[in-house]
């Protein structure tokens, strides 16, 4: 095998492979509070399924961030507030 061939069937391997990021976070709702504090609910599958509805099942973030001097978001952190839940029955 040469050096071509080798790099060809790595590539396809790695494509073969799963995804293995996190589903992505998806914003409910975002509010001001205060002058200098944003906050946003922020739901992301959870990757379990409720087997009696069969229906996929969240996690629920609450997501609070500083404004600086160009209203632009900082220091924001992430608080996990329910896991395992279907999305509509939380806000």
């Known amino acids: 095998m ?3 061939t080798k790099i060809g069937a790595a590539l396809l391997a790695l494509l073969a492979l ?3 990021a996190p589903p992505p976070k998806v914003l409910v709702a975002s509010s ?3 002058t200098d504090k944003t906050s946003k609910v922020i739901i992301q599958e959870s990757g379990q399924i409720d087997t009696s509805t ?3 099942l969240f996690n629920v973030f609450v997501r ?3 404004l600086d001097a160009k209203n632009m978001e900082t220091a924001c952190k992430d608080t996990v ?4 839940v279907v999305p509509g029955t939380v806000y």
């Open 32 to 34: 001001f509070n205060g």
């Open 2 to 4: 040469n050096a071509k």
């Open 81 to 84: 507030v329910v896991q395992d």
């Open 54 to 56: 069969k229906k996929k």
């Open 64 to 66: 609070v961030c500083d």
């Open 18 to 20: 799963p995804a293995c």
